[in-house]
């Protein structure tokens, strides 16, 4: 167990539709990344939030967007779904703002019909 | 953009067998990681590299970062049913995309008991 926890684990839905995946990271972690991992795909880089501010932005869709509180529990949120979308939503956090050391949440699968 | 380069891409070995596998890439990392990733289930760090000819052991496993920086090499001794899995190895995106992590197309290992 990483200690970093996301809900649903599972989420089923329809094209159009709007969805959000949180994330909690590791207690006393600042960062979060959000990475997208489509079948038979590498982990694709989204996002990264530190302290409640934007870090970093990869291959993110302007679709997409994401938040972190000051709780630090952070949140995806995917609009205007597609049949591509559907994949596995990982969520990450590190003690600092690097990139090093990420530990993996367990992922959401999505599912677009 | 950086790629990592990981071969071979896929492995299938014989239970007790040792296991080699390597990532390479274009441009010199400062950090080298390794996780792996069992079937829908997020990515476990397994052992993180921070210099030049660094050997790190984890268990059964070891990994080394290149002297070149531009390589890293993961070995498991005595494989074991549990290792099935993919492996990634992974690094900080360089100058411009420092602050996220690039990740290997993974090394699939298979094991036959």
């Known amino acids: 167990d990483s200690g970093v926890t996301q809900t649903p684990k599972h989420l089923i839905t329809a094209t159009g539709q709007r969805v959000t995946l949180r994330c909690s990271p590791r207690s006393g972690d600042l960062s979060v990344y959000w990475y997208q991992q489509s079948l038979d795909q590498g982990l694709q880089f989204l996002i990264q939030?530190?302290?409640?501010?934007?870090?970093a932005k990869g291959n993110i869709l302007e679709r997409f967007s994401a938040q972190q509180f000051p709780d630090l529990h952070s949140e995806l949120n995917l609009s205007s779904l597609e049949l591509g979308d559907s994949a596995l939503y990982f969520c990450?956090?590190?003690?600092?703002?690097?990139?090093?050391?990420?530990?993996f949440g367990p992922g959401t699968r999505l599912t677009v019909t | 953009g950086q790629q990592l380069n990981q071969s071979p891409q896929s492995m299938f070995i014989q239970e007790g067998e040792d296991v080699s596998m390597n990532c390479t890439s274009s441009s010199i990392f400062n950090t080298w990681l390794w996780y792996k990733q069992d079937p829908g289930e997020g990515p476990v760090l397994l052992i993180a590299?921070?210099?030049?000819?660094e050997l790190t052991s984890n268990g059964r496993l070891t990994a080394q970062f290149g002297i070149t920086r531009k390589d890293s090499f993961l070995n498991i001794s005595a494989s074991i049913p549990s290792d099935v899995g993919i492996y990634f190895c992974a690094g900080p995106g360089g100058i411009q995309g420092a602050q996220k992590l690039v990740f290997g197309q993974g090394t699939r290992l298979t094991i036959n008991p």
């Open positions: 990450a956090s590190s003690p600092h703002g690097g990139p090093y050391e990420q530990y």
């Open positions: 590299l921070y210099k030049a000819g």
């Open positions: 939030y530190y302290n409640g501010e934007e870090r």
